[in-house]
């Protein structure tokens, strides 16, 4: 959807002492993202959204304004609110200059798209009056045109509004945060650069709070639905239960919880839905992944006579490039709206929570498939410890991370083989976790990192990101040390894209090796609180996590792990040699 972009500029202003000098547009944006839970606003300025910086500025937090927390560059402010969007705030939000600002943008934003995440994209535009005056314009590729931008972003959010008149600004404003929350994808606003400090009377009044209209189900073909999937289920000898990741954006994971007691079965998730659910559950089973699985998880999923999928997304990725041994017959596929039982039927305009919700009284408790788990399991073993002065191991590393874990943790996993060892990590209960599976934008976790921090105070965030990723969005740890956050970053320093490597190598693969805790001495310049080090061992990795627990506990901890460049997971072996295999099919015969 696209608001209308051919009205004409609003005329000039007359000062009218009956409309308060706060009712700005600037303003009203400001209390509406606080509302709905953006009180940090992430930016990078540009002549075009200075005036709304302003008017942002200018509504602070302790009135019911937002904060900003500057950015080193318009991508990273862009990953920085899709990490706050995470954190279970709500939405996420960004401002930033035009075109050269919305488009260095564009790539988070299209990774939030892909992940179902609410995002407020601001840009601040070109003043109301050059709109339809044939002028060119700097920041622009050179034509009197400037839709440009608003065209790449058509394809990477669900609602567009171009805000260059005032008398239309409160409902375009209004109609596009609202449509982020209901459809949880990123909108994009452009507001005239002209118009944000303007005080108008549609703005007077602080706006009401949003009253969405909740969606409901249809109730004959929910009963129909949780009529055909329990006759499924109740007639098979051992089902199962996998959840994927698109339960966050259908809100159905306490839901999905609630099956699972009463039904008795077995849960596992797939990769992307870790964290989703909770790993403390007594018939939790691991991650399902393929040839990648937790041990025993895909020998109990692939021999199930039955398996209800709660939101999955089969790519290639997260199929193992394409290798699950599932078969479409044996499956539930339940969608945030739709249930799909085998080869058929099919049900739509079902809420994914409602139908849990009733499945769960009409499911006949069958607990087979767990005890032939609990049969086959054997516990995993712990890597041996290192001799003294042993190179470092990356298992060894995930051993001591491990106990790092509580409640009060997130753990942050970048793309490459952070995605393998993370995934074998227990998760506590309370215990946040976030990656970026669909997408898999390398860089993405240094800018969720900050956004993820600056929302949820209650949490220390740890991220592992590889040195190759690292090297892409590396300025904003200074963000981080800017903004007194206490993340732990373990920087895995293998001397290149290790994971590209497992797929198909090649001397494209090899990085220029940085001194990654220089680099981050030069980022805090004596100013705030910041640890490093650089470690190569055991020893010396125990030595820095303690200092990172304790007399650091409220600085940035940042360290290097220097590891041999072959050092990866088993995982993630097998899986780039799947995915190889997937991406080098020859063509079809014409």
């Not at 994009?188 to 400090?197: A, F, V």
Request: net charge negative; proline share 6%.
């Amino acid at each position: 959807m696209a608001a209308a972009i051919g009205s004409l500029p609003s005329p000039s202003p007359t000062a009218d002492p009956s409309i308060p000098a706060s009712a700005t547009l600037g303003r009203h944006l400001a209390r509406r993202l606080a509302e709905v839970g953006a009180r940090d606003v992430f930016t990078v300025p540009g002549d075009f959204n200075l005036t709304l910086l302003d008017e942002l500025e200018a509504e602070q937090p302790s009135g019911g304004g937002v904060r900003l927390v500057g950015c080193c560059n318009e991508l990273n402010a862009a990953y920085a609110a899709d990490g706050y969007a995470r954190a279970g705030r709500g939405v996420g939000a960004c401002a930033v200059t035009f075109t050269v600002g919305g488009l260095s943008a564009i790539n988070a934003v299209a990774g939030a798209f892909s992940e179902n995440l609410p995002l407020v994209c601001v840009v601040g535009g070109p003043n109301s009056n050059d709109y339809g005056s044939n002028r060119v314009l700097h920041h622009t590729i050179g034509l009197p045109d400037f839709t440009q931008e608003l065209r790449c972003f058509q394809n990477v959010t669900c609602y567009q509004a171009v805000v260059n008149n005032l008398e239309d600004a409160h409902e375009q404003i209004d109609t596009a945060i609202s449509t982020a929350l209901k459809e949880s994808k990123p909108v994009y606003i452009s507001i005239s650069c002209n118009l944000p400090s303007i005080p108008h009377p549609t703005f007077s009044r602080h706006p009401v709070p949003f009253f969405l209209s909740p969606r409901l189900s249809n109730q004959m073909s929910l009963e129909a639905a949780v009529e055909a999937a329990a006759a499924f289920l109740n007639k098979s000898v051992k089902p199962v239960l996998v959840g994927g990741p698109k339960m966050r954006v259908a809100k159905a994971c306490k839901a999905f919880v609630e099956l699972a007691d009463a039904s008795g079965y077995p849960v596992a998730v797939m990769p992307s839905a870790k964290g989703l659910v909770p790993e403390h559950h007594s018939r939790f089973i691991g991650t399902y992944w393929g040839a990648v699985s937790t041990a025993f998880c895909a020998e109990i999923v692939e021999s199930a006579d039955a398996y209800l999928f709660a939101g999955p997304i089969f790519n290639d990725y997260s199929s193992v490039g394409y290798s699950l041994l599932i078969k479409k017959e044996k499956a539930i596929i339940v969608q945030p709206d739709r249930v799909v039982i085998g080869n058929g039927p099919a049900f739509g305009c079902i809420l994914m929570k409602d139908f849990f919700h009733a499945l769960a009284s009409r499911i006949k408790k069958n607990t087979t498939a767990y005890e032939n788990y609990s049969r086959i399991f054997v516990p995993q073993g712990e890597p041996l410890s290192s001799e003294p002065g042993e190179p470092l191991r990356v298992n060894v590393l995930f051993k001591h991370v491990q106990k790092m874990l509580s409640g009060n943790s997130a753990v942050i996993a970048e793309t490459g083989d952070s995605w393998f060892n993370c995934q074998k990590l227990k998760l506590p209960e309370g215990c946040g976790y976030e990656f970026q599976m669909q997408y898999g934008s390398i860089g993405w976790s240094v800018g969720a990192t900050l956004g993820y921090a600056q929302a949820a105070k209650d949490k220390r965030v740890i991220s592992f990101i590889g040195d190759g990723s690292f090297q892409v969005t590396a300025q904003e740890v200074s963000t981080m040390i800017r903004w007194g956050q206490n993340n732990i970053i373990f920087l895995i320093n293998n001397a290149g894209y290790t994971i590209e490597v497992e797929i198909h190598d090649g001397p494209y693969n090899i990085i220029k090796n940085w001194n990654y805790t220089g680099v981050v001495e030069a980022f805090h310049n004596g100013e705030g609180k910041c640890y490093t080090a650089k470690v190569q061992t055991e020893e010396e990795l125990n030595k820095a996590i303690a200092a990172s627990l304790g007399p650091n506990k409220d600085c940035l901890c940042f360290i290097e792990v220097i590891v041999h460049k072959d050092d990866t997971s088993k995982e993630l072996l097998e899986w780039g040699s799947r995915v190889s295999a997937a991406n080098s099919r020859p063509p079809n015969p014409q």
